[in-house]
């Protein structure tokens, strides 16, 4: 395991504090979703983000509204990272007339345009053509924003990826193709259906890479302020790949679209551990080091929580969406 | 006959086809290891080994490149596309590929494949994970399309398809798969372009497809018990061939039409079987030919926005009780 101290020294404790937060915020309304879902608690099925956090987080932390973000299936995570509200996500997801897509998106389609969040996307690989476009027209505005496509190492086999590469290193564009390896394509391992590394696809078109460990927290905050700025400064696009793992399953109740098991728990388990859960590698530090006491953490956590459930609450006690919303926001013919 | 749910004569189809032909080869996402998302094709991959059931990467374009590739020179395979709303990530295969080559070389090629696909609405997956896309594919000229409503039917349709000659797209309701009914025992093989009377009448004919099928029949009964009309409803099972046959006799007998669909409402299949009908048998018509369909919009998640888009069981009983008042 890559050491956290080693990198601190461009992240003040406030920093590294302010990100420890959003990760948690991003766990608990996750760790919630998965318990509410049990109980159809609210439409559809959910992508957990867990065990993911360490990524969108310190990325996101560097970036502005005018950023531009664009998801994927697996996306509640990265619309907190990026700023969304939490209250209106929490609602979208409970099918609200409250929800931040008035409940007509549901989970796989939270955006929030305010929030440079071009949106979550059902289709694997399909917010990356999206990413291209939101950069094109920051090169074009020469406001200095970036744009950052998330996409799983299954997506990276869509040919897609290929030509978005291609382009943005043709046009030099503010772009940030930021790879989150969780080492499964829904129940295949990476290693059955790509051959290579992902990252080495960066290469012949000429775009710096960036390999890091997923999670750690800071880790991925250096590749990415490298990144970043590179965007910023009109210097072309980057590649990120960052090695994580999902804790969870790839959509919450999997075993009801499985027949057998794919992955070894003892796997799982060991990506629980203090060594390797994001969330528990910030503490373990900021207790190492005296940063913060375990009951400043707990006081955090408590934070974090209250606004958690705040939040669902706000979800459960929203109406339903009117039934003429289903009309709205349509072409009529 | 034995009792099967519809994702189990999904693989019982695939497996009997394998069996008889060795050139049958099945393709897609997780559909080897984990037996497919929606459980449709376990046990094929103990069956038949890694080389003839294949784990593909997410890379949908070259899935039904190869697999038509593939058909072009010697095999009989089977894609599968997950979900039917992927099929617009690939659909260059399906509308300038696999649908022209039989035609644009004179005969020469041709391109015995199926394309297998969980279609249809339901399960608040949202706008793009619930799409019934059948009439998609009815527009395009030179590929068959299916889509059955039992078990049996799928079973034999898929049979029948896997055997065909031309591509087929196989239409599965990802809302039915756990549906269980009876499916002949031994070799079963059914027959593309027909479509089956599954509740017959006199007073009116409901057109159906897939999902549509079960409801339409519940609404008809409801129809029949509470105010004794006796409503014929049409399974089509294959929109391409259509079976003309089989509807025109059963509206020339009622002297009324309904088709219940559920896709959008602007170019879907029952607007060309009304044509049809209108311009073969208008003079056998006692009152206008009326489409019950789910409004021209993207699917919702809200539970509550889903229910009233798609076609239920009291929206096709009131509406054909409020037009034949
Ligand atoms: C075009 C397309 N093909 C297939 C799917 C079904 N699907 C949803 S998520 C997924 C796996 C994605 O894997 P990865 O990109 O690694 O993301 P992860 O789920 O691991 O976050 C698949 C195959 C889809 N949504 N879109
Ligand atoms: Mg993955």
Redesign the interface.
């Known amino acids: 395991m890559m050491s956290i101290k080693n990198y601190v020294n461009n992240l003040s404790d406030e920093d590294l504090k302010r990100i420890y937060k959003k990760m948690l915020m991003i766990r608990k309304c996750e760790e919630h979703l998965g318990e509410a879902t049990k109980n159809g608690a609210f439409?559809?099925?959910v992508h957990l983000y867990i065990g993911q956090e360490a990524i969108a987080v310190p990325l996101c932390d560097q970036l502005n509204d005018s950023d531009w973000i664009s998801s994927t299936h697996r996306g509640h995570g990265h619309f907190i990272a990026k700023g969304g509200d939490v209250k209106k996500m929490m609602a979208e997801i409970y099918?609200?007339s409250t929800?931040i897509c008035g409940?007509?998106?549901?989970?796989?389609?939270v955006a929030d345009f305010k929030k440079g969040i071009i949106g979550a996307?059902?289709?694997?690989?399909?917010g990356m053509g999206l990413a291209v476009g939101a950069a094109l027209a920051s090169k074009m505005d020469g406001n200095g924003a970036v744009s950052i496509i998330f996409f799983g190492d299954?997506?990276a086999?869509?040919?897609v990826l290929m030509e978005a590469m291609n382009i943005c290193s043709l046009w030099n564009l503010p772009m940030i193709f930021m790879c989150e390896n969780n080492q499964y394509?829904?129940?295949?391992h990476t290693s059955?259906?790509?051959s290579g590394k992902i990252i080495d696809r960066a290469e012949p078109f000429g775009i710096p890479k960036y390999e890091v460990d997923g999670n750690n927290a800071v880790d991925v905050w250096q590749a990415a302020y490298q990144a970043v700025q590179r965007g910023r400064n009109d210097e072309g696009p980057s590649f990120i790949e960052a090695h994580t793992y999902r804790q969870r399953g790839h959509v919450e109740f999997e075993y009801t679209?499985?027949?057998?098991t794919?992955r070894d728990q003892n796997e799982v388990e060991l990506w629980k551990t203090n060594e390797k859960d994001p969330i528990l590698r910030l503490e373990s530090y900021f207790i190492e080091h005296n940063k913060y006491s375990g009951d400043d953490i707990e006081k955090i956590q408590k934070e974090v929580q209250d606004e958690v459930d705040d939040a669902v609450k706000f979800a459960i006690e929203s109406p339903?969406?009117d039934?003429s919303?289903?009309?709205v926001h349509?072409i009529e013919? | 006959m034995a009792q099967l749910t519809y994702r189990e004569a999904v693989a019982a189809g695939i497996a009997q086809e394998m069996e008889r032909d060795e050139t049958v080869a099945f393709i897609g996402e997780d559909v080897a290891r984990a037996g497919g998302v929606f459980k449709a094709t376990v046990g094929l991959f103990d069956k038949f080994g890694p080389k003839r059931v294949i784990d593909t990467p997410i890379s949908e374009q070259a899935i039904l490149g190869a697999a038509m590739g593939a058909a072009m020179t010697g095999m009989r395979p089977i894609a599968e596309i997950m979900f039917s709303d992927f099929l617009a990530v690939c659909w260059d295969f399906v509308a300038n590929e696999m649908s022209k080559s039989r035609y644009m070389s004179d005969g020469q090629l041709k391109c015995p494949l199926v394309v297998r696909t969980g279609n249809g609405g339901g399960s608040r997956f949202g706008a793009q994970h619930s799409q019934s896309i059948e009439n998609w594919a009815m527009a395009i000229p030179g590929i068959k399309v299916v889509a059955p409503s039992t078990p049996a039917d799928v079973k034999g349709l898929l049979a029948a398809s896997i055997r065909d000659e031309d591509p087929v797209i196989f239409f599965e309701h990802k809302s039915l798969y756990a549906i269980k009914g009876e499916v002949p025992e031994g070799e079963h093989v059914d027959t593309l372009g027909t479509a089956k009377v599954v509740r017959p009448g006199k007073d009116a004919t409901i057109v159906a497809l897939a999902l549509m099928v079960p409801r339409a029949i519940q609404a008809a009964d409801k129809l029949m018990t509470d105010h004794g009309i006796d409503v014929e409803v049409v399974d089509i099972r294959t929109l391409v061939p259509l079976d003309m046959k089989t509807i025109s006799s059963s509206v020339a007998k009622t002297g009324r039409l309904f088709t219940v669909e559920e896709n959008p409402r602007l170019c879907g299949w029952g607007a060309e079987i009304v044509s049809i009908v209108v311009d073969e048998l208008f003079w056998d018509l006692d009152g206008p030919a009326v489409r019950i369909t789910t409004p021209h919009i993207p699917l919702p998640a809200a539970d509550n926005l889903e229910d009233i888009t798609i076609p239920s069981v009291d929206r096709i009983y009131s509406k054909i009780l409020d037009v034949l008042r």
């Open positions: 439409p559809g099925a099918g609200k929800g409940g007509k998106g549901g989970s796989m389609h996307n059902g289709v694997v690989a399909g299954g997506a086999n869509q040919g394509s829904e129940f295949t059955e259906v790509t679209f499985l027949s057998r794919y339903e969406p039934i919303s289903a009309m349509m013919r």
